[in-house]
T-cell receptor, first 113, second 114 residues
Framework: SQKIEQNSEALNIQEGKTATLTCNYTNYSPAYLQWYRQDPGRGPVFLLLIRENEKEKRKERLKVTFDTTLKQSLFHITASQPADSATYLC????????????FGTGTQLKVEL | ETGVTQSPTHLIKTRGQQVTLRCSSQSGHNTVSWYQQALGQGPQFIFQYYREEENGRGNFPPRFSGLQFPNYSSELNVNALELDDSALYLCASSLGFQVQETQYFGPGTRLLVL
């Protein structure tokens, strides 16, 4: 069956460190993958999109990698700050599906002082 | 803020009732998608509308239906509510439905079915 798996346990890290979140998928052939941030009581906010033919994308302190052989995406936040604390969701899109998304369950990140 | 608004913010219904949730997209966005997010889960795609026509549907029964209007507003209707319909309902608007079109989510409507 198709699955998108993210760490279900919260990730706690110290301010200034790099946070690395994982998204693994099975039985999908995604054309692209997106990462979103969701704060409590709010809708997801788009962060980055990476296509299947791209290995890495960067935006300010954010970096996403996409390995279609390992069927995995890694999401990095460098120099993390308490304001980065939120739930991070990965989402897949497939060829022919336009921008319709299938989301993972999300990983909660807590950045401590 | 994304410029996408939803109403109401919270709603309590009883099993068997019907509910209508509303979404106001960003001006100029002709595509709206609806998602259901159960507690502790990621959003699940319900359906998408493009220029007032349904443009794809997820694995949801026909009692979930929608409408999109020319004024960039849309509705999600759910008939014969079940307890499992309790969730956060999110709408997302975009300029189009192509891969590169970013989706802008509203804050959601939290529905509780008793």
């Amino acid at each position: 069956s198709q699955k998108i798996e993210q760490n279900s346990e919260a990730l706690n890290i110290q301010e200034g460190k790099t946070a690395t979140l994982t998204c693994n998928y099975t039985n999908y052939s995604p054309a692209y993958l997106q990462w979103y941030r969701q704060d409590p009581g709010r809708g997801p906010v788009f962060l980055l999109l990476i296509r299947e033919n791209e290995k890495e994308k960067r935006k300010e302190r954010l970096k996403v990698t996409f390995d279609t052989t390992l069927k995995q995406s890694l999401f990095h936040i460098t120099a993390s700050q308490p304001a980065d604390s939120a739930t991070y969701l990965c989402a897949l899109g497939v060829t022919g599906g336009g921008n319709k998304l299938t989301f993972g369950t999300g990983t909660q990140l807590k950045v401590e002082l | 803020e994304t410029g996408v608004t939803q109403s109401p913010t919270h709603l309590i219904k009883t099993r068997g009732q019907q509910v209508t949730l509303r979404c106001s997209s960003q001006s100029g966005h002709n595509t709206v998608s609806w998602y259901q997010q159960a507690l502790g889960q990621g959003p699940q795609f319900i359906f998408q509308y493009y220029r007032e026509e349904e443009n794809g549907r997820g694995n949801f029964p026909p009692r979930f239906s929608g409408l999109q209007f020319p004024n960039y507003s849309s509705e999600l209707n759910v008939n014969a509510l079940e307890l499992d319909d309790s969730a956060l309902y999110l709408c997302a608007s975009s300029l189009g439905f192509q891969v590169q079109e970013t989706q802008y989510f509203g804050p959601g409507t939290r529905l509780l079915v008793l």
